[in-house]
């Protein structure tokens, strides 16, 4: 059921506007099915979705996607995120806008996104581990690499918002 859902994502999107440098979902539609299941156990993961909204917004700003951000941006005003919040969240560190548990996971994200500059130590899993059991911290990193899969594929596109 879920692989001919992603199938029909897939030849949907084929058809929808979207300024890039060639239409991937019909190159490669193989790829975007796979990329699209990957997208469908993030949508299901347990973890509060206004933060899984930011953690994507905080992966996209980091990395500069336009597209992304303004997609991840519109997502969190759904979810109730504050003006406050997003305006915020560059500067999570310092903002007494998020949880020490939010600021946990903005700390992964950062560095899963900049993984090859300081990777994530022992201490850093340690720390995550007091707010988020196996599985938390998994489906956490899960939501981390899938929005860098997704941003990376927008920037190299040359998708535009």
Known sequence: ?????????????????????????????????NVMQMEM??????????????????????????FCIQMHTKGARKLKATDEEINELREWQQSSQ?????????ELTERITLISESGVSDELYERAR?????????DLIFVITQVN?????AILMGNEP
Do not use: H
């Not at 029909?8 to 193989?30: C, G, S």
């Not at 156990?41 to 336009?66: Q, T």
């Not at 998020?98 to 903005?106: G, V, Y």
């Not at 007091?130 to 998994?138: K, L, P, S």
């Open 41 to 66: 156990y993030v949508r299901k993961i347990k973890l509060d979705p206004k933060l899984k909204e930011l953690i994507k917004l905080l992966a996209s700003l980091i990395n500069g996607c336009p």
């Open 149 to 153: 899969t997704w941003n990376r594929i």
């Open 98 to 106: 998020f949880t020490d548990e939010e600021k946990m996971a903005f």
């Open 1 to 33: 059921m879920a692989s001919l859902l992603n199938k029909t994502i897939v030849k949907v999107a084929r058809f929808i506007p979207v300024k890039n440098r060639f239409n991937y979902y019909k190159v490669a539609p193989e790829a975007l099915e």
């Open 130 to 138: 007091q707010y988020y059991d196996e599985r938390e911290y998994f």
